[in-house]
């Protein structure tokens, strides 16, 4: 185990994550490969910069799905630029944006982008709104969505809502990535790690006394330690 020095890098046979930066309020980004295949799972702020360094410009443009697991901005502020690079630089490919039923920053961001761009777009992109925990595979990889807790506080900064939230399992030949996003302890988060190849659990929350937002340290670590290796991630700088 070990906890939030970005970047973390982690690897079985062929299946790769990176990840680039998770700390909340500020950006998440993490990089997903095989050997020719990307993914992106929330694509926070300094995603781009973070993808060039790391893969540059022609594996940017191979990246074939977004995952978000939510819309906080710390989760998606890096859509906009990620897709218009990909505009500018000639993607070819379609690009699959999956994301959880009833978030409406991808959807506006992605009808705002469309409104801009839709005439000198070169590539073609899905929006996949997941509603349930139907598995979906993409390029030889198995994604099995699952609904988490995640709540934001309204303006009044007492009553709060559930954001539509997910985690995400990914599966490839055998090998299993287990990511929470953001959440509060849940039960289909302890059912989906529980051994795993690997699981990325948030502990976000500050205090000792658990909420509805975010997992305690000591949560955090209970899941994780339920997979065969884990990090804890999103916990606050
Ligand atoms: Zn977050
Ligand atoms: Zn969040």
């Not at 998606?76 to 993607?91: A, E, F, P, Q």
């Not at 699952?146 to 539509?164: A, M, N, S, W």
């Not at 996003?181 to 529980?194: H, P, Q, S």
């Not at 690997?198 to 937002?213: F, Q, R």
């Amino acid at each position: 185990m070990t906890v939030h020095k970005y970047p973390i890098e982690w690897s079985k046979d062929n299946f790769s994550i990176k990840i680039f930066c998770s700390i909340p309020n500020i950006a998440t980004g993490i990089l997903i490969s095989t050997d020719k295949n990307f993914f992106v799972v929330d694509p926070g702020d300094g995603i781009l910069r973070d993808l060039n360094k790391e893969i540059g410009t022609d594996k940017i443009l191979a990246i074939s799905d977004l995952f978000i697991t939510h819309g906080h901005h710390d989760h998606v502020g890096g859509v906009w630029s990620l897709l218009t690079y990909m505009r500018v630089m000639h993607k070819k490919s379609p690009l699959k944006i999956h994301y959880p039923e009833g978030c409406v920053e991808i959807e506006s961001i992605y009808n705002a982008f469309l409104k801009v761009y839709s005439n000198t777009l070169p590539y073609k992109i899905y929006l996949e709104k997941i509603s349930g925990t139907k598995k979906l595979n993409s390029k030889k990889i198995v994604i099995n969505p699952f609904p988490v807790i995640h709540k934001e506080y309204l303006h009044d900064g007492i009553t709060t809502r559930q954001v539509p939230a997910l985690g995400y399992k990914f599966n490839y030949e055998g090998i299993k990535i287990c990511y929470g996003g953001d959440t509060a302890y849940c039960e289909t988060l302890v059912k989906m790690a529980k051994g795993s190849d690997l699981a990325i659990i948030e502990a976000g929350h500050e205090e000792d006394t658990p909420d509805e937002m975010h997992m305690t340290m000591s949560e955090a670590k209970s899941i994780g330690k339920s997979a065969k290796d884990y990090y804890l991630v999103h916990v606050p700088e």
